[in-house]
């Protein structure tokens, strides 16, 4: 099965690296810094006025050669503002540390960048609204080489792909900008503990990626 960008994500991708603004050649964590200034109170999506503390914004490396993406911020996350600080996160966090791919050397997101009312799934025009608007620009600054979706919200984010995760999980899809891998949520990991194997095979391979070249 070929696995290709989403034609709406490759527009906007193709958009933001080849029109460049006059902000384009600001060093990248100067052109984070300015995102995150801006969009500090967005409200440009239902999440901005569902109960929402804060927006949460990615944080890690402003280089960094890898991005991992999940779903949307839960309660730990909302109050400290911070992605991926609550139980899956430690989990990730841990797991990723044992590899040596600690988040000061990496970037971390999620699709939607508002806690969901109950910790529901981000709906589909929530989160396509925040990946226009954010996460497509922070990975034009950033530019990674690769791109780890955590799951399957934030796989069907970027891929059209009508199998199940688990099969697609651990292939690295090259696109015209950046790789792609897709591995299973942290959240799934801690109802499935078995299954975290599977991941740190997926990122020993998305780590020896990175060594390739
Ligand atoms: N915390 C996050 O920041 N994102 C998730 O997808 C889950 C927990």
């Known amino acids: 099965m070929t696995l290709s960008?989403?034609?709406?994500?490759?527009?906007?991708?193709?958009?933001?690296?080849?029109?460049?603004?006059?902000?384009?050649?600001a060093p990248p964590g100067d052109r984070l810094k300015r995102l995150?200034?801006?969009?500090k109170s967005c409200r440009r999506c239902p999440l901005g006025t569902q109960g929402r503390s804060q927006v949460v914004f990615g944080e890690g490396c402003p280089t960094a050669p890898a991005i991992f993406i999940g779903e949307a911020p839960g309660r730990e996350e909302d109050t400290l503002g911070r992605p991926f600080?609550?139980?899956?996160?430690?989990?990730?966090?841990?797991?990723?540390d044992g590899l040596g791919l600690t988040r000061d050397k990496i970037y971390i997101a999620n699709t939607a960048r508002c806690r969901p009312p109950e910790n529901r799934q981000p709906l589909p025009q929530e989160s396509s609204?925040?990946?226009s608007l954010l996460l497509l620009?922070?990975?034009?600054?950033?530019?990674?080489?690769?791109?780890?979706?955590?799951?399957?919200?934030?796989?069907?984010?970027?891929?059209?792909?009508?199998?199940?995760?688990?099969?697609?999980?651990?292939?690295?899809?090259?696109?015209?900008?950046?790789?792609?891998?897709?591995?299973?949520?942290p959240a799934y990991l801690l109802r499935n503990p078995p299954a975290k194997d599977t991941v740190i095979a997926d990122f020993v391979r998305l780590i020896a990626f990175l060594d390739a070249k």
Request: glycine share 6%; net charge positive.
């Open 5 to 25: 960008l989403k034609p709406e994500v490759a527009a906007r991708l193709k958009q933001l690296f080849t029109h460049p603004n006059e902000h384009q050649n």
């Open 85 to 96: 600080v609550g139980r899956s996160g430690r989990l990730l966090t841990g797991m990723m």
């Open 36 to 39: 995150y200034e801006y969009y």
């Open 137 to 185: 620009r922070e990975i034009s600054a950033i530019k990674p080489r690769i791109i780890c979706t955590l799951g399957a919200t934030a796989t069907n984010a970027f891929l059209d792909y009508s199998k199940s995760l688990s099969s697609i999980r651990g292939q690295i899809i090259q696109t015209e900008y950046f790789a792609i891998m897709p591995t299973y949520h």
């Open 129 to 131: 609204t925040c990946i």
